[in-house]
């Protein structure tokens, strides 16, 4: 069965502090991506890899920063968490034809 | 640019058909994806085009044109459970590289009804 799995579900965190968001597939997949997705504007892409430690800005890249030093392990990193960062974030991994989510880590920074 | 257009919301009965239209313009089309979505979930996989035609899966059908940028996803038989918003979303190869990166709409919340 595909897996892909997400450090956390729900996360509280201070503006200011540093947030490490966590991704593993156990599909072998070479992509990996890290989406947010608020109301009204859908699902939008952040960061994506397309191999162990190579990474391209997606659309809303500002604030974030990503690593990939394992294949199946792609972590979305907020240096300073800011209040606009509060979503809800969606890894995702994939191949050519097929793209499978993670359950999502629904982020608020207070 | 890119752009994906679907309608906001939609409402259904148990045991009609519905089909939820996609139109998108971009510059490097290699695939159309629609995912399911209930709330508080994350998007789960339904169908993939890259070809003209329709692809039967169970209740749910996808069709795409890419002459037209047009796709529709098609669910029969409906259930109470298909109550969820539907994703469209177009792969695009802008920029080279072999990468899989998806462009989203917004989605269509659909609500089936007794």
């Known amino acids: 069965d595909v897996k892909v799995t997400q450090s956390s579900r729900y996360l509280v965190k201070r503006t200011g502090e540093k947030v490490f968001l966590e991704c593993v597939q156990d599909?072998?997949?070479?992509?990996m991506f890290w989406y947010r997705q608020d109301p009204g504007l859908g699902l939008r892409l952040i960061y994506f890899s397309y191999d162990v430690k190579m990474k391209e800005k997606g659309d809303i890249p500002e604030g974030y920063s990503v690593s990939r030093e394992k294949k199946e392990r792609f972590s979305l990193i907020l240096e300073s968490a800011s209040t606009n960062q509060t979503s809800m974030y969606l890894c995702?991994?994939?191949?050519?034809?097929?793209?499978?989510f993670g359950p999502g880590t629904r982020l608020t920074v207070t | 640019g890119q752009n994906i257009d679907q309608p906001t919301e939609m409402t259904a009965t148990e045991g009609a058909i519905v089909q939820i239209n996609c139109t998108y313009q971009t510059s490097g089309f290699n695939g159309l994806f629609w995912y399911q979505q209930h709330a508080g979930e994350a998007p789960t996989f339904l169908s993939y085009n890259v070809l003209d035609g329709l692809e039967e899966k169970g209740r749910f059908s996808s069709f795409l044109s890419r002459s037209k940028g047009y796709s529709y996803l098609l669910l029969k038989e409906l259930q109470m459970k298909d109550s969820a918003s539907y994703l469209c979303a177009v792969r695009d190869l802008r920029g080279g590289g072999a990468t899989n990166k998806l462009i989203f709409g917004t989605g269509t919340l659909l609500a089936v009804q007794p």
């Open positions: 599909m072998d997949h070479e992509n």
């Open positions: 995702a991994s994939g191949s050519r034809y097929e793209q499978y």
